[in-house]
């Protein structure tokens, strides 16, 4: 009886390693990303500053700027910062964290406009298309924060326990995104 125990624990202790091994190889694979992000951010001055730009890859042609340079400019300033709003969703353990959506929504249509030929402004009626996500995620928060206040008021915790409590904590990446489809 004494072996199996030494020996459940043995595989605990295992398990607890390679999670916390893989937690700090993740964990400085985004450090290290975010802290290239000055560097990505100028990627866009190795674009020529024509109409046209052809690499072995693709070819793409300016369409609304008349120049790829300030094609690349403008979509490195909305995808950098929607790439950061990304990693804090996802690695954000506050109730409000959902909140967050609202700007990721709103630098996805912009880099989806950014390419649309007809298109000469990005920033152009965004609000609009926003207003139907914000009107669920909005009342949403606002709705959590109240419970979180009644609680407060009617019971003895803390913030952080009422925090604790409302976290929704999926093991997962794909568990994250599964929780919203």
Request: proline share 4%.
């Given at each position: 009886?004494?072996?199996?125990?030494?020996?459940?624990?043995?595989?605990?202790?295992?398990?607890?390693?390679?999670?916390?091994?893989?937690?700090?190889?993740?964990?400085?694979?985004?450090?290290?990303?975010?802290?290239?992000?000055?560097?990505?951010?100028?990627?866009?001055?190795?674009?020529?500053?024509?109409?046209?730009?052809?690499?072995?890859?693709?070819?793409?042609?300016?369409?609304?700027?008349?120049?790829?340079?300030?094609?690349?400019?403008?979509l490195t300033g909305k995808l950098i910062p929607l790439l950061l709003l990304l990693i804090w969703f996802f690695?954000?353990?506050?109730?409000?964290?959902?909140?967050?959506?609202?700007?990721?929504?709103?630098?996805?249509?912009?880099i989806i406009g950014l390419f649309k030929e007809d298109l000469s402004y990005v920033d152009e009626l965004q609000?609009?298309?926003?207003?139907?996500?914000?009107?669920?995620?909005?009342?949403?928060?606002?709705?959590?924060?109240?419970?979180?206040?009644?609680?407060?008021?009617?019971?003895?915790?803390?913030?952080?326990?009422?925090?604790?409590?409302?976290?929704?904590?999926?093991?997962?990446?794909?568990?994250?995104?599964?929780?919203?489809?």
């Amino acid at each position: 009886m004494h072996q199996k125990s030494k020996k459940v624990k043995l595989e605990s202790q295992l398990t607890d390693k390679r999670k916390l091994d893989k937690s700090l190889i993740i964990g400085s694979i985004i450090a290290t990303f975010i802290a290239t992000t000055p560097f990505l951010f100028s990627l866009y001055e190795n674009v020529p500053s024509t109409k046209t730009w052809e690499t072995f890859l693709f070819t793409y042609t300016s369409g609304g700027y008349e120049d790829v340079n300030i094609v690349a400019w403008t979509l490195t300033g909305k995808l950098i910062p929607l790439l950061l709003l990304l990693i804090w969703f996802f690695t954000c353990r506050h109730w409000w964290y959902h909140a967050i959506l609202v700007p990721i929504v709103m630098y996805s249509w912009q880099i989806i406009g950014l390419f649309k030929e007809d298109l000469s402004y990005v920033d152009e009626l965004q609000l609009i298309y926003l207003l139907p996500i914000m009107a669920i995620i909005i009342p949403s928060i606002y709705l959590v924060r109240a419970q979180m206040f009644n609680k407060l008021n009617t019971v003895d915790k803390s913030m952080e326990d009422l925090e604790e409590e409302f976290k929704i904590k999926p093991t997962t990446l794909w568990g994250k995104i599964k929780q919203y489809f």
